[in-house]
């Protein structure tokens, strides 16, 4: 998870760098890695090939990375990375399907209940599944607490965050969705950062309980089935202890669920 404290204090302060220099680095190292995801990968390198042209007998700052890869891209890299490196924590994008059109909302993470009004400027990338077969992959800009953008009548499925490239956990509310995704996780027509992430992003809101969505625990409880393919197909007999446990103690919604899905 990243730090606690806004990353580019961290980068300033060099006791902090060096208490948590590992920390640091790789927090930073996730945060370009979503601006690839983001751009692509000609891009980025093009970017960094302008970045590095530029300054090559002068000195540079972090906004003037920003600035060369917007100017390749055609982005706004410099808006987005302000949201992030100025600001603590990290969003989770709660997603759901209404006929063609996918509704998408930001919240900040946290595995304790919080009120926190906080936005970014979330880069998102899809990877859609049509009736026909194969895949196709979108990208959009999450620039406000919700977004709306429309879907294909023959999209079957679809991953948000495709390979996991961004900076973000995902909350899946639609239960068709999650049933198709985890035929693919079983099939393994998904890549294995995807299975892993759909996993990762699971089990980080089983200990979070989702103390603050009593309905979306139900609805979990409801899509047992859906569940199970995840769990067969990504191999999570390790951690599912682990789950018990945290549902355990976790609401009344939640302990229907374990009943359920356990």
Known sequence: PPPSFPAEDAIRDCDVCLVGSEMCIRDSGSILRQIEGYIGKENFQKGLQHYLKTYEYGC???????????????????????????????????????????????????????????????????????QTGGMRRITTLL??????????????????????????????????????????????????????????DFFARVKSACRADHTDDKSIGKAHGSVKHLLTGLKMFGRLPSMRIQTRAADPAWRNANETLF
Request: hydrophobic share 35%; aromatic share 10%.
């Open 60 to 130: 540079a700052a972090s906004h003037h990375l920003w600035q060369s890869l917007e100017t390749v891209a055609q982005q706004p890299i410099s808006a987005m990375m302000k949201s992030w490196i100025e600001q603590r924590g990290f969003p989770i994008i709660t997603v759901k399907r209404q006929g063609p059109r996918l509704i998408m909302t930001q919240k900040r993470f946290s595995y304790l209940p919080n009120d926190s009004d906080q936005k970014w400027q979330v880069p998102i990338t899809i990877r859609l599944f049509p």
């Open 143 to 200: 620039d406000d607490i919700e977004q709306v953008i429309d879907l294909d009548e023959d999209i079957l499925a679809y991953k948000i965050n495709d390979r996991q490239t961004g900076f973000y956990r995902v909350k899946y509310s639609d239960v068709k969705n999650l049933d198709e995704l985890g035929k693919r996780v079983l099939d393994k027509l998904l890549p294995p950062e995807d299975r892993w992430g759909l996993e990762n």
